[in-house]
């Protein structure tokens, strides 16, 4: 479904000639590509919303290099990349939701000092996926098992 949304977001953006969009859409439909033709396997949406995660992720990163650099033309059309891939992420959690869910999780393993962080980790990503990014659950975890 979301595959199919990415192509008539590409279509559209072509006939609007809006050139960031098209190029976004078309970064993430390549990329799914790829990965379909690496694996031979038919990429479903959860993992769509992996890859442009992803996606978002790498932007961010480089979003930040840009400001350094005093590049404002390439950190604006980088915002507007990132808006464009985040309408296609599901609702992010804010950081109580996020500390809401690394609760239960701590208290399902049993979680009580630094050393359980890996574990925690790992079932906390699975647990929110792609609704939270890495960065913001690492830091509730350090902030409730530190």
């Known amino acids: 479904m979301l595959k199919e ?3 008539e977001d590409l279509k559209l953006s072509m006939k609007d000639k809006n050139e960031i969009r098209k190029n976004t859409v078309q970064m993430v439909r390549a990329a799914i590509l790829q990965i379909e033709k690496d694996k031979g396997i038919n990429v479903e949406d959860e993992k ?3 890859i442009i995660a992803k996606e978002v992720k790498s932007k961010k990163d480089a ?5 350094k650099a005093g590049r404002d033309d390439l950190v604006s059309q980088t915002k507007e990349e990132i808006l ?3 309408e296609y992420l599901p609702k992010q959690l804010t950081k109580e939701e996020i500390k809401s869910e690394v609760e239960i999780v701590i208290k399902e393993i049993g979680a009580t000092s630094m050393k359980d962080m890996g574990a925690v980790m790992k079932e906390a990503k699975t647990r929110i996926g792609a609704a939270a990014d890495g960065r913001s659950i690492n ?3 350090k902030e409730l098992l530190g």
């Open 139 to 141: 830091e509730v975890v």
């Open 5 to 7: 949304k990415l192509l």
């Open 48 to 50: 769509i919303v992996e």
């Open 84 to 86: 464009i891939l985040e």
């Open 63 to 67: 979003l930040l290099e840009f400001e």
